[in-house]
Antibody, heavy 116, light 107 residues
């Protein structure tokens, strides 16, 4: 059974950073990319970026360039997304998802709230 | 970036109806399109991939069609569990982009 389990709710102040984890199981970790998507309250889905767990190559959406870092740990089959210089506009649920050619299995989501 | 335009934004229908949602891409994406269903507080659930392939476990009343720039999701014989929000996503090129969503509500 494929599972992606994300870390818990985060509350951060403006200007801070947040690191969200995505622990995977039930498949060969290095055979699939992981992408990250976010959803602000009451809004649609926004693609943040993607990581190849083998070697760690990444592609980020331009609007997040310079603020986001995605990493992977093959020993724990976990992927991380680090987002810095947070503002209230970053308040959202962040999802990781496994990507074959298309995203199929998704994590449960992590709510990140940015508030002073 | 490829823009994905979904219509309608809201759709009112009744149990048993047949409904269609459309997704248009700003440039050709071949057949690299997925459809998702999302319920409140839950992650998106994959319904259709490669425009017309039904994900395992998804009821056969869901179907997808299209290629190039125009795509449709059809739900035959709506069931009470189908009232939700539906999104399309292109995965032809980075950044992967989503339609704005269609809220399917009970009439």
């Amino acid at each position: 059974q494929v599972h992606l389990v994300q870390s818990g709710t985060e509350v951060k102040k403006p200007g801070a950073s947040v690191k969200v984890s995505c622990k995977t199981s039930g498949y060969t970790f290095t055979n699939y990319y992981i992408h990250w998507v976010r959803q602000a309250p009451g809004h649609g889905l926004e693609w943040v970026g993607i990581i190849n767990p083998t070697g760690g190559s990444t592609t980020y959406a331009q609007r997040f360039q310079g603020r986001v870092t995605m990493t992977s740990d093959t020993s724990t089959t976990t992927v991380y997304m680090d987002l810095s210089s947070l503002t209230s506009d970053d308040t959202a649920v962040y999802y990781c998802a496994r990507v074959e050619t298309y995203p199929d299995y998704w994590g449960q989501g992590t709510l990140v709230t940015v508030s002073s | 970036d490829i823009q994905m335009t979904q219509s309608p934004s809201t759709l009112s229908a009744s149990v048993g109806d047949r409904v269609t949602i459309t997704c248009r891409a700003s440039q050709t994406i071949s057949g690299w399109l997925a459809w998702y269903q999302q319920k409140p507080g839950k992650a998106p659930n994959l319904l259709i991939y490669e425009a017309s392939s039904l994900e395992s476990g998804v009821p056969s009343r869901f179907s997808g069609s299209g290629s190039g720039t125009e795509f449709t999701l059809t739900i035959n014989s709506l069931q009470p569990d189908d009232f939700a929000i539906y999104f399309c996503q292109q995965y032809n090129s980075f950044p992967y982009t989503f339609g704005q969503g269609t809220k399917l509500e009970s009439k």
